[in-house]
């Protein structure tokens, strides 16, 4: 897509250039040139159909990679106030909810306002689907180490896909301004 973009972008700028080389170096001025309809017709055509032209494969390109036709893993993530719910849905509806830990129970090495009582698990190098909606009000489902946010709408189920690469601990946070925490 970038390359089929700059060739349309570089076509554009060298009649443009070619276009005022010619304005400035030529002695000949056409008396006419108020009255020119089809002139005015062409210029006003011409970039629709130019923005067509580059808008066609980039919506094309877009939904190509949103949808993942087999994904090896979906999961449900509802957010409420202060807590997620997931339900890992291609193993028998296995739900529970993760809270983020108070700084009580923190441990030496644990991270503020990161860490939570239950961690999804995810595999490594394998599709995943992540089904994301809201129970109560806006919440913002991110990981920003997979470069993923979401946002959580009640009644509308967003959906984004993901492969983690590597073995770790991916930690989300909200994105969103929703109060003390």
Same mark, same amino acid.
């Given at each position: ?11 554009? !700028?060298?009649? $443009? ?14 008396? /006419? ?18 923005? $067509? ?12 990679? #949103? ?29 529970? /909810? ?16 990161? #860490?939570?009582?239950?961690?999804? $698990? ?20 991110? $990981? ?6 979401? #946002? ?21 946070? !909200? ?7």
């Amino acid at each position: 897509f970038h390359d089929h973009a700059l060739m349309i972008i570089f076509l554009i !700028c060298f009649l $443009v250039l070619y276009a005022l080389y010619l304005t400035l170096t030529t002695k000949l001025t056409n008396t /006419n040139i108020s009255d020119a309809q089809e002139m005015e017709t062409v210029w006003t055509i011409l970039p629709a159909i130019i923005l $067509v032209l580059i808008a066609l494969p980039s919506l094309r390109i877009l939904y190509m990679t #949103d949808e993942v036709n087999d994904p090896s893993l979906t999961i449900k993530s509802i957010g409420h106030q202060w807590y997620w719910t997931y339900e890992y849905t291609d193993y028998g509806g296995l739900i529970f /909810n993760s809270y983020m830990l108070p700084p009580l129970f923190l441990e030496p090495g644990d991270l503020r306002l990161l #860490d939570v009582d239950n961690r999804v $698990v995810l595999p490594i190098e394998a599709p995943i689907r992540m089904m994301i909606t809201s129970q109560d009000v806006l919440h913002s489902w991110a $990981v920003p180490t997979l470069g993923l946010k979401t #946002d959580a709408i009640p009644g509308r189920l967003n959906q984004t896909t993901f492969t983690a690469t590597r073995p770790g601990v991916y930690y989300g946070q !909200c994105s969103e301004i929703c109060g003390a925490n």
